[in-house]
């Protein structure tokens, strides 16, 4: 039985319209297993490696096309920054406790951390639930400019969609 059938992803991570899913890469080596979000893991500690680099390989090329979406993890440097001189310092890291991210440095990468964006605009909301969202703007190094909504207070994946028209 195929693994994802019914969905619209195939089973090398790719969605049937082109743009990347998180299903196809293998991670958390733990006692001599990779695991895939999927379930379906055919993957050993020898290999997982190169099917990433082959999963990320074809991402950029989908990339490179200036899809419709794409999926991408924001990243703000100031965050990371904040984190090292804390955690240095034996303190905790508040910079997620604001509601104004700062974009210098702020990008857009693939799960293995290739860029795939400069941020050049950030705004934190509450939602109706209680929990808070980023709405991001992305240059794209494919030159395509994306947006895109994403969790602010728990994981950094953000599914981005290409501008449409002109600003």
Not at 27 to 56: C, I, M, R, W, Y
Request: with cysteine.
């Amino acid at each position: 039985m195929d693994p994802h059938e019914g969905r619209n992803v195939d089973c090398q991570g790719l969605h049937r319209d082109g743009g990347i899913s998180m299903s196809g890469y293998g991670f958390s080596k733990h006692a001599g297993k990779v695991f895939t979000p999927d379930g379906a893991n055919t993957l050993t500690e020898d290999t997982v490696d190169q099917h990433n680099a082959e999963l990320e390989r074809r991402e950029l090329a989908s990339w490179a096309g200036k899809p419709d979406r794409a999926l991408g993890y924001y990243k703000f440097e100031a965050e990371y920054q904040s984190r090292r001189d804390l955690v240095a310092a034996g303190g905790i890291n508040h910079y997620r406790a604001n509601f104004s991210p700062r974009i210098k440095g702020a990008t857009v990468s693939t799960w293995l951390g290739t860029e795939l964006g400069k941020i050049t605009e950030a705004r934190v909301y509450r939602h109706n639930f209680g929990a808070r969202f980023v709405s991001l703007r992305v240059l794209g190094t494919n030159g395509a400019e994306y947006w895109g909504r994403a969790s602010w207070d728990g994981g950094n994946a953000v599914i981005l969609r290409k501008v449409r028209g002109v600003r």
